[in-house]
């Protein structure tokens, strides 16, 4: 992959831009990349197409390019233009303006879609001041938090352009934060988070100051709003992923910091008990991937061994009753301070609830009583004890004590 010429870009913007020694980007060419057109939405092409019809410069941005490039499935296409929100707005008669401090807009579709598009962002120092600040594609690309994460698509020519480095890594499988690890940390130290998520989803290696700095500043995680570390930690817990994720936030500390209740049970835990709980972990992440669980299943999994590790719930019930407030008290100890949507937090809740009941005549019974099939939860139930009475024997070794007949009164 060359670095082309100036002259030799296509493009009317592309040498404006691109004329400053040190902002000139590494230009992939479209016959040495994998992205195609095919591979993305019509709404999506609409949206560039548009753009780029009436003079603005129309990139795909983020992790959509990174997926793509990773022969991945895109969740999100997000656009970076040179177009402010006014004139992005007067394009797409079906559009609205969203955002306080960094204006941007979401373009909709039939069906409830929408495309993000965002104007390029000026310096992050720029906007200390609270002041929104709209910049060019090379500030944009260092404003962003991983070097996979700041490569663009340009719909002009569908080359690939790099300002970061980013190719390189993501040929070398390595998650490298942009700029000065300790000052970009501290200034979000989300980014964290999202480091550790991406070396979790895709199998890549975190460079060395990277990992560094994510270690030495794990506590700062406590200054971020609860609502972005929740926002954050649930794309991994329901992602697919869970089992790595983990396993880096524990070596990191960023797990005792995110789930202080948690990790102190996890600390003090024996080896099997350990292997017990990944080994939940990757059930989930493969039922996910298959499509074959919900939100509250995956949440419902990843909880379990707490519940039943620090003795407060029984692992083998010795009645059919449903403990519903030791479980929210328990749910409460490790989402504390963390507000969820009722809806998710019931399901969740009710789901554990539902597997003692489900666990006991799976255990002890011939058949499930009708009662307990006709429930909302029992199927969603009764995959998850099967899940964790398997790896209960396995791992832990269970045995289900055999139950003495009641005797008949004559």
């Known amino acids: 992959m060359l670095l082309q010429k100036e002259k030799d870009l296509p493009g009317w913007k592309q040498g404006e831009l691109f004329g400053a020694e040190e902002t000139r980007p590494l230009i992939i060419p479209r016959s040495e990349h994998p992205i195609s057109r095919r591979n993305i939405p019509p709404e999506v092409l609409k949206v560039l197409y ?27 296409f997000d656009i970076g233009t040179d177009a402010r929100p006014e004139e992005i707005r007067s394009l797409f008669r079906w559009s609205r303006i969203i955002g306080k401090r960094f204006r941007l807009v979401h373009v909709y579709f039939r069906g409830g879609k929408f495309v993000e598009v965002v104007t390029f962002r000026g310096p992050e120092i720029a906007e200390e001041d ?25 719909i002009a020519d569908f080359s690939v352009i790099d300002y970061v480095g980013g190719m390189k890594d993501l040929q070398e499988g390595i998650i490298r934060v942009i700029g000065p690890p300790d000052l970009r940390f501290i200034r979000d130290p989300v980014r964290m988070m999202r480091a550790i998520r991406h070396a979790a989803r895709i199998g890549f290696e975190i460079e060395g100051n990277t990992w ?29 992923w869970s089992a790595p994720w983990v396993r880096l936030m524990l070596k990191s500390g960023l797990f005792h910091e995110v789930f202080p209740a948690y990790g102190r049970f996890l600390q003090g835990i024996s080896p099997e008990e350990k292997r017990f709980y990944f080994a939940l972990l990757e059930a989930s992440d493969s039922q996910i991937r298959r499509g074959r669980f919900s ?30 407030q030791q479980i929210r008290q328990e749910m409460e100890k490790v989402f504390f301070p963390y507000d969820f949507k009722k809806e998710l937090f019931e399901n969740t809740l009710q789901l554990l609830v539902g597997l003692w009941p489900v666990k006991y005549h799976l255990l002890y019974s011939q058949r499930m009583p009708r009662r307990l099939t ?6 969603e139930a009764l995959a998850l004890c099967k899940i964790i009475l398997r790896l209960e024997r396995e ?16």
């Open 295 to 324: 939100q509250a299943q995956a949440l419902a999994l990843f909880l379990y061994p707490f519940l039943v590790g620090r003795g407060k719930l029984p692992r083998l019930p010795e009645r059919a009753g449903r403990p519903y």
């Open 212 to 240: 560094e700095a994510i270690c030495r500043h794990r506590e700062k995680i406590a200054l971020c709003s609860p609502m972005r570390i929740r926002d954050e930690w649930l794309k991994d817990v329901l992602g697919g």
């Open 395 to 410: 791992i832990l070794g269970l045995e289900v004590p055999k139950r003495k007949k009641a005797r008949r009164r004559i």
């Open 374 to 379: 006709r429930k909302s939860y029992f199927e």
């Open 130 to 154: 609270g002041m929104e600040v709209f910049g060019t594609p090379a500030e944009d690309a260092f404003r962003r938090d991983l070097t996979i994460n700041a490569l663009f698509y340009n």
């Open 50 to 76: 548009r753009l780029k019809k009436a003079g603005y410069l129309a990139y795909l941005v983020g992790g959509s390019v990174r997926d793509m490039l990773l022969g991945l499935t895109p969740k999100d």
